[in-house]
């Protein structure tokens, strides 16, 4: 089956503990991003990857970090969370053109006291 | 830098009923796509409906067409025949035609919450 798997699905966790929320796809796709869910502003745009061993900034990249070693696979990295983390985390995926269609994960809740 | 815009934080439609939610948008861009996702409290995000900017004919899935007016850069969503299974929250969003540089990159609203009532 075609899916975007992401974990956890659940985390609480303190603050500045470090924490990595695994991205993993199985459809070969070449672009993969992250997105935060907050209330009243959608979904925002962390980094994107268009490749292995390249990646860019999105919208809100303060605090985190990613990395595109293998093709299916995109870690988010909280080095030092902070409570304005909290949030919602979506991995997506698609395939690299103007048609490929975003595949989203089924979402990471994020939770730092 | 694109912005899209839902107005109707909240929005409720009586069982078989019609409600339309409406979102607007803004880009210096003529090629480009727009999107109606579907949230449920399972938190998964479900493609609805999908639109060519070059498109003039507007898009329809079953029950739920758009209005796609590209010179008032509007783009609103109507729910024929309400059900249940429709309640949750609903984004727009735009995504450039220009993907080699930018990607597969989505701008979302802020999200509608349909509620549906018996």
């Known amino acids: 089956e075609a899916q975007v798997t992401q974990n956890p699905r659940y985390l609480i966790t303190v603050t500045g503990k470090k924490l990595t929320v695994t991205c993993s796809q199985n459809m070969n796709h070449e672009y993969m991003s992250w997105y935060r869910q907050d209330p009243g502003l959608g979904l925002r745009q962390i980094y994107y990857s268009m490749n292995v061993e390249v990646t860019d900034k999105g919208d809100v990249p303060e605090g985190y970090k990613v990395s595109r070693k293998e093709k299916r696979n995109f870690p988010l990295i909280l080095e030092s969370p902070s409570p304005n983390q909290t949030s919602l985390y979506f991995c997506?995926?698609?395939?690299?053109?103007?048609?490929?269609?975003?595949?989203f994960g089924e979402g990471s809740r994020l939770t730092v006291l | 830098a694109q912005t899209v815009t839902q107005s109707q934080p909240e929005m409720s439609v009586q069982e078989a009923e019609t409600v339309t939610l409406s979102c607007t948008y803004d880009t210096s861009e003529s090629d480009y796509y727009l999107f109606w996702y579907k949230q449920p409290p399972s938190r998964q995000m479900i493609l609805v409906i999908r639109q060519e900017a070059y498109k003039q004919q507007n898009a329809t899935e079953n029950r739920f067409s758009v209005n796609f007016q590209k010179a008032a850069k509007s783009f609103s969503l109507k729910i024929s025949d309400s059900q249940l299974g429709d309640a949750a929250m609903y984004f727009c969003?735009?995504?450039?035609?220009?993907?080699?540089?930018?990607?597969?990159?989505?701008?979302f609203g802020e999200g509608t919450q349909l509620t549906v009532n018996p």
């Open positions: 997506a995926s698609s395939l690299r053109g103007r048609t490929g269609e975003l595949f």
């Open positions: 969003a735009y995504r450039s035609a220009w993907v080699e540089t930018s990607g597969s990159r989505l701008t």
